[in-house]
Structures are given as C-alpha cells and as structure tokens.
C-alpha cells in the first residue's frame, strides 16, 4: 500500500491534469469521489500537481477482468480512464501499484496477468511515455525467467535519479517469494538485484522507499517474517536485512506492507502475529536509516487487525489506514492520526525531552454494507493535505466495488 499512477488516450489529458489548479478544501469527513461496481481498486497516487491517479480492474459478466487506470484532475469530483489493459487468452489482468517519475513524467503501473493452466501470477509492467503519449508495455512475464515471470509486481518506485524499482514476489511458491528488480535510469530493461526462493512459508516484497542518506528500502515477509531490507545503490549483492520482526515468545510472524521515508525517521506498517492472541496492526520506526526500531503503534482492537498504508502531511502528522473487525462482522476501513511530541523523562539524575507519539482514530469506520468486508489497498495525500484511500468494498448483494474516499484537508 502505496502511492502510484496510469490508457492516457492522448497526451492532452495529461497536459489538462497538470494545469488543473488545485482546490483549497477545509472539512474533516469522507467523501466518496469514486465507486466502481464489479471493480476492485488496488493501488492510488497523487502527484505534484494534485492530480489523482487510481489503478486496479474491472471485473466482466464472465468473471474476467481488465487491468485499468483512472486519473482525475479535479480531486477526485471526476474520472477518466487512461489506460485499460488484458491479453488474448488470460482471463485475468489487476494493475497493484502505481509511481510517477517526477523527473521525466513517465507514468508506471504494475500487477500481474493470470489465466494460464499452472501458473499463479503473470508479471507486469505498464508505462506512459510523455514524448509519445502512448503506454507500452515495460516488463512481461513472457521476456522473464520463468521463476521470475511467476510473480506478481506489488509495488513500483521511481527514485530522484531516474532509477525504476519494482518489488514482489509469489506467495505460493510458484516464483520467487521475494523479488526487487532495478531499470536504471536511461536503461530499457529491469535486471533482477534480490531475491529469495526459500519458498518455505509465505513471502513477497510488498512497498519500496528511497531515502537520500540511506537508499532503496524494500518491505514484506519472507517465509512469513516481517522484513525489511536495504541497500545504498539498489545493485545486486549489496541488499541487507535492516528488521526481521520475530520474537520466538512473542511476536512469531507477520508481513510489513508499506514504507514511509522522511528526513527524520522511517516508519514501515503492517500486521504481526502475537503469540496466542493473533495479527496486531504495528507500526514500527527508525531514526537511524534501520539500524535500530522500535514499535511506535501496537493496536488490536479487534483480532486479526492490520495497518496497510501509511503517509505524513505538512505538519508531520502520521496518517495509516488499515482494517479492523466491525461490530456487525467482516473487515472495515479504519484511519489513525500519529501526533508527535515530546515529553519530560526522568533519566538517572537528569530530566530529558523524549520524543512521543500520540495515536488517536479519525473519522467513522467504513464498511460499504454492514456485516460486508471493505479492505483499503492505498493511501496518499496531496499538498493541501486531503487524504485519499483506495480499495474495495464489498456490498450486500456481494458484489465488489472499487472505493476511493477523500478526508478533506481541516
């Protein structure tokens, strides 16, 4: 869970996005700016412009989907699809992840393919060019390993440099449980710079950071560990693990879902399993690149509950979206604000200013219907500070629809 972006038909409509003037909005509650039936949203992004971007699929009458793309140039009031993408012969195409290259204007959007007897995902890679306003096709499965085509792009990041990284993986042991590949800048192809293939348990590279002290960072499970892992350069050989969150009498498994870097700190999110309670929503921080870590939220209203997303706005406020169990059953959509702060502590003889960071819940809880799960799979913020989350949500008549809600900036 993330930030990303999108058939831009024609350039235009990019070139409408990045004029449109921002809207300075001052209310505090959810407003559903898009509601697709059938359709499930898997990933959302803002960029620079506050133009917002939604990627995911369309589900057909027969059961087979369509990966697409929406942008929306006026905060989300209204949509256009940029980008909608299957293959002869699959029945199955879902975008999971979004970035914008900042840099050069280029545009990413990547999931996988399914359909083919024996294979549990396809890998793929879309991408908008500004100098052609066409999209193409920048990683298929077909042009991969075999192992590494059996996967399921999670996420994609684009650094300052031009550097494109994507991160996944197979969490049933068709591929590699855990994979981060590189197109440096300037490249026309992806090379694989890690991997796992322990294959044992559960596993997948799920969000990636960049920080400009410390560098790539890539976050999920391997064989069902939280993980976090590092690397100044993002070549081959130089990754490490900075977290394994497993406490052989506490926490003993879980999956980190999503990373936000800051000058400051770093803070990654997800859900841990807590010896004979089950999965707690976690956020755990660093202040030192990921030497060191620290949980900074532990919240278990519910069991299983699971932090998914996470972004900061101007004032360093943390906003995290993950689920919950409602009182009336299933899973529903709930956002915490971080407030940080500071607080006298008496250290031996001395009294010191220690950081702290106060957790509250903010707005109602969302199900579409009651009793129906809704699970968020992204969240960004812009620069007036309205939030969006995106996912799905599923209604009485147990039909799925791709949700994205807007907090409006106070």
């Given at each position: ?354 950081e702290t960071m106060t957790w509250t819940n903010v707005a109602d809880p969302y199900q579409l ?42």
């Amino acid at each position: 869970m993330k930030h990303r972006h999108s058939l831009l038909s024609t350039p235009g409509f990019i070139a409408t996005l990045l004029a449109s003037a921002a809207l300075q909005l001052h209310a505090q509650t959810w407003v559903t700016v898009s509601a697709i039936p059938n359709a499930v949203c898997g990933d959302l992004s803002t960029d620079a412009a506050n133009n917002v971007f939604s990627v995911g699929r369309y589900i057909a009458a027969d059961g087979s989907s369509v990966a697409l793309v929406q942008g929306s140039a006026d905060q989300g009031s209204t949509w256009q699809v940029l980008d909608q993408y299957a293959e002869t012969g699959l029945s199955y195409a879902h975008h999971r992840a979004f970035a914008v290259d900042r840099l050069n204007g280029n545009l990413f959007a990547g999931g996988n393919l399914n359909g083919a007897p024996g294979y549990d995902a396809l890998w793929l890679i879309r991408e908008w060019n500004p100098a052609t306003g066409l999209w193409s096709t920048a990683e298929h499965y077909s042009a991969l390993a075999n192992d590494v085509g059996q996967a399921s792009c999670a996420d994609i990041l684009v650094a300052p440099s031009g550097d494109v990284y994507a991160t996944g993986g197979s969490s049933m042991g068709a591929g590699p449980g855990w994979l981060v590949r590189k197109r440096s800048a300037g490249a026309s192809t992806f090379t694989t710079v890690d991997a796992d293939y322990s294959r044992q348990t559960a596993g997948s590279g799920w969000d990636l950071g960049f920080h400009p002290s410390y560098g790539v960072f890539a976050v999920g499970e391997v064989s069902g560990i939280w993980t976090v892992r590092r690397s100044s350069s993002g070549n081959t050989g130089t990754w490490t693990t900075v977290d394994s969150f497993y406490t052989a009498r506490n926490w003993i498994g879980g999956k980190a879902l999503c990373i936000l870097t800051t000058p400051s700190k770093i803070h990654v999110v997800g859900s841990a399993y807590k010896y004979r309670q089950g999965n707690h929503w976690i956020v755990r921080s660093s202040s030192d690149g990921g030497q060191t870590w620290a949980i900074t939220d532990d919240y278990a209203p519910s069991i299983p509950s699971e932090a998914r997303g996470i972004v900061q706005d101007a004032a360093g406020n943390l906003w995290v979206c993950g689920t919950t169990v409602a009182s009336a059953g299933g899973l529903q959509w709930v956002l915490r604000k971080g407030t940080p702060g500071t607080k006298l502590v008496k250290q031996g003889k001395n009294w010191v200013q220690v950081e702290t960071m106060t957790w509250t819940n903010v707005a109602d809880p969302y199900q579409l219907a009651p009793g129906k799960s809704a699970l968020p799979n992204g969240i960004t913020i812009d620069t007036n500070g309205n939030i969006f989350i995106g996912g799905n949500a599923t209604d009485a008549n147990g039909v799925d629809h791709w949700v994205v809600q807007k907090l409006e900036a106070q």
